[in-house]
């Protein structure tokens, strides 16, 4: 199915709630980025929920009672020990509506046992998916989320986040030329409905509709080594985020630890051709101060990268609309 048109819809926003890899550091809490969704469906998205990422949310404006559904990467303990805090607060916040989560086999009966020994009871339904391999695992008229198992000694997967096409523009001018005037027959003429003019003539409605618009394409992975279905999850992706733990001298060690270096990421990002790579779960052996550096390591194969600060927030433009 098709979005319709609005120009001035084109906020999606990612935000780096936690960017760091295996624990905490001063500069550095552990992995949580939201995919703010405010303008598309009043709602936000949050993948993964590492420790911390409660009291990061305090410093945005993100509400914990607009996050719809989280997805879960993989169960170790830097992505989802976040979770029963945060599921306990969204009560006290005006969170009613059912909350989805999103993961691995493991996930419910972490979080239903977490909530269960502290007596924890919360204000709203939750729903649990399993995520398998290779699947659609969300899909509505606005959004499809395909997932695909990654390599990182314990299950873990990425998520593709595609949006739905939007549908062109009625020609207006053009129909103005045919002497055609605004009624409600532009809004058959939108639908692609062919109409009767009363002199006769008769058209058919797509043939007034520019181009439709290609919806954006997030790729969201979980900690994996280098491996071909990142590539087949980030495939022409607006944004691309990959984890980056260690740079490129310490291709060995990611190995040996199932993560990825600053090439390996940025390899992933040029095979896909994706627009923007985004690097995050940076270890904690590297401070700010160095990051410049990893994005260097990371632009010598894939010029727009970033790597990810927390907090940090970065907007997925929607795709310009062609003019007739």
């Known amino acids: 199915m098709s979005n319709l048109i609005d120009e001035s819809m084109d906020i999606m926003e990612l935000e780096f709630l936690g960017t760091g890899a295996g624990v905490p550091a001063k500069h ?50 830097d992505h989802i020990f976040g979770l029963p805090g945060l599921l306990s607060s969204r009560s006290f916040q005006g969170g009613e509506e059912t909350l989805e989560i999103y993961g691995p086999k493991g996930i419910e009966e972490y979080v239903r046992t977490s909530l269960n020994l502290s007596k924890s009871r919360l204000g709203y339904p939750l729903k649990f998916i399993e995520v398998h391999d290779k699947e659609v695992v969300f ?60 002199d006769g003539r008769i058209i058919d409605g797509h043939d007034f509709i520019g181009e439709s618009i290609k919806g954006r394409i997030i790729t969201i992975l979980g900690d994996t080594r280098y491996t071909q279905s990142s590539i087949e999850l980030a495939k022409e992706a607006d944004v691309l985020v990959h984890e980056s733990t260690f740079n490129k001298s310490e291709a060995k060690l990611a190995k040996a630890y199932f993560h990825s270096t600053t090439h390996q990421a940025a390899t992933v990002a040029k095979k896909a051709n994706v627009k923007q790579l985004i690097l995050t779960h940076i270890s904690s052996r590297y401070l700010n101060s160095d990051l410049s550096a990893l994005a260097k390591e990371a632009q010598e194969i894939f010029e727009n990268t970033t790597v990810a600060k927390d907090l940090a927030v970065y907007n997925i433009p929607m795709k310009k609309v062609k003019k007739s």
């Open 28 to 77: 550095r809490t552990v992995t949580s980025i939201a995919l703010k969704l405010l303008d598309e469906r009043n709602a936000v998205w949050l993948f993964d929920c590492g420790e911390g990422t409660q009291m990061q949310i305090l410093k945005t404006a993100i509400r914990p009672r607009k996050i719809e559904k989280i997805f879960i990467t993989h169960l170790h303990g």
């Open 139 to 198: 899909e509505d008229s606005q959004f499809k989320v395909y997932a695909e198992k990654l390599d990182h000694g314990i299950l873990s997967y990425g998520y593709r986040i595609e949006e739905a096409d939007f549908k062109g523009e009625l020609q207006v001018e053009r129909l103005k030329e045919l002497g055609i005037q605004p009624g409600p027959i532009y809004g058959k003429i939108k639908n692609g409905e062919t109409v009767t003019l009363p």
